[in-house]
């Protein structure tokens, strides 16, 4: 791209500060697929993010204001991968001027199978309110699909070092405590709990 028109202004690409380039780069990636910034992803998920985290590292250092515009905007799309993207940076980076954005999205019924987009505005809403929170978001879900997904974040994020062990042990005994699990949840956290405990 060597120019783009603007509310009727036109300007070159090239002329633009790097910070304005990547933003309107991640504004172009955000549309195609459901990136993750986490190195352990899903079947679903490109792994690229990870690498764009120098990007939105860059934007949080030097145009954060600007960067949290276009998160809003993200966010009240009608795409869905928009809003994957938005809440995935909000969550991954704990942008919490965002935090009331975010509320406005959980209007869903969580015991009801709901799609991955939804599921990753909870999840980034709980990541900004706490560790404790998203525990309660996973201790307290019915759906064993929505559950499954959570559980896989919850391992996301100790992988990345998002969460330490202790509360990463404390977790996982709480949850495999619950008698209404399915027996692939269950076999999910002993899995987690075995790669936990081989790290001694």
């Given amino acids: 791209m060597s120019s783009l028109k603007i509310s009727g202004i036109q300007t070159n690409f090239h002329e633009l500060s790097v910070s304005d380039q990547s933003l309107i780069f991640l504004d172009g990636v955000s549309r195609k697929e459901q990136w993750t910034f986490y190195r352990l992803a899903r079947e679903t998920e490109r ?27 993200w966010l009240n ?8 993207f938005a809440s995935e940076v909000i969550g991954f980076f704990k ?13 869903y019924d ?9 599921l990753n505005c909870y999840w980034a809403h709980a990541r900004l309110k706490g560790d404790n929170q998203l525990l309660k978001l996973i201790d307290e879900c019915q759906s064993h699909h929505n559950l499954k997904w959570l559980i896989f974040v919850f391992e ?45």
Avoid: C
């Fill in 110 to 118: 969580l015991n009801k199978d709901l799609p991955p987009h939804i």
């Fill in 47 to 73: 792994e690229l993010g990870h690498a764009f985290s120098i990007l939105v590292e860059d934007l949080i250092a030097r145009k954060k204001d600007d960067l949290v515009v276009k998160l809003r905007e």
């Fill in 156 to 200: 996301q994020m100790y992988v990345e070092g998002h969460i330490d062990k202790e509360f990463a042990v404390k977790s996982l005994a709480v949850l495999s405590g619950r008698k209404d699990l399915s027996n692939e949840i269950q076999l999910k956290i002993s899995e987690i709990e075995q790669n936990l405990e081989s790290e001694n």
């Fill in 77 to 84: 799309s009608d795409d869905a991968n928009e809003i994957w």
């Fill in 95 to 107: 942008i919490s001027e965002l935090t009331q954005e975010l509320s406005s999205m959980l209007n």
